[in-house]
């Protein structure tokens, strides 16, 4: 895994755990096995950290194309949306069995 994976992987499960403002430098840093140095070598800040695990691991995997689904009806739309939502939560999985993911996550807390 390259580092910078490595540190968003790791400070995924930091933030799943704890607010923004809880996560510390200095967790981070233990966390990853890495140097503050290190660090600001991948990242300019906790914030930037922050917003793309965001965007890894939750912007980019509800984006749907609508224009895909069904107009004939209502249920086809439904049905449509409902097979992208099992196939976004089905993605989320496997990236944390990528992972080696060991902390449980209610996938209702998503």
């Given at each position: 895994?390259?580092?910078?994976?490595?540190?968003?992987?790791?400070?995924?499960?930091?933030?799943l755990k704890k607010s923004f403002k809880d996560v510390t430098m200095k967790e981070i840093v233990e966390?990853?096995?890495?140097?503050?140095?290190?660090?600001?070598?991948?990242?300019?800040?906790?914030?930037?950290?922050?917003?793309?695990?965001?965007?890894?691991?939750?912007?980019?995997?509800?984006?749907?194309?609508?224009?895909?689904?069904?107009?004939?009806?209502?249920?086809?739309?439904?049905?449509?949306?409902?097979?992208?939502?099992?196939?976004?939560?089905?993605?989320?999985?496997?990236?944390?069995?990528?992972?080696?993911?060991?902390?449980?996550?209610?996938?209702?807390?998503?």
């Amino acid at each position: 895994m390259e580092t910078r994976d490595h540190i968003i992987a790791e400070c995924l499960k930091l933030f799943l755990k704890k607010s923004f403002k809880d996560v510390t430098m200095k967790e981070i840093v233990e966390k990853t096995g890495l140097s503050k140095g290190a660090f600001y070598h991948y990242f300019q800040g906790k914030e930037q950290l922050f917003l793309e695990i965001i965007d890894r691991y939750f912007t980019r995997m509800v984006v749907y194309d609508f224009d895909r689904y069904s107009k004939l009806s209502l249920q086809g739309f439904y049905n449509d949306h409902l097979a992208d939502l099992e196939y976004t939560m089905g993605r989320f999985m496997q990236e944390r069995e990528e992972l080696h993911d060991t902390l449980a996550i209610d996938m209702n807390y998503l």
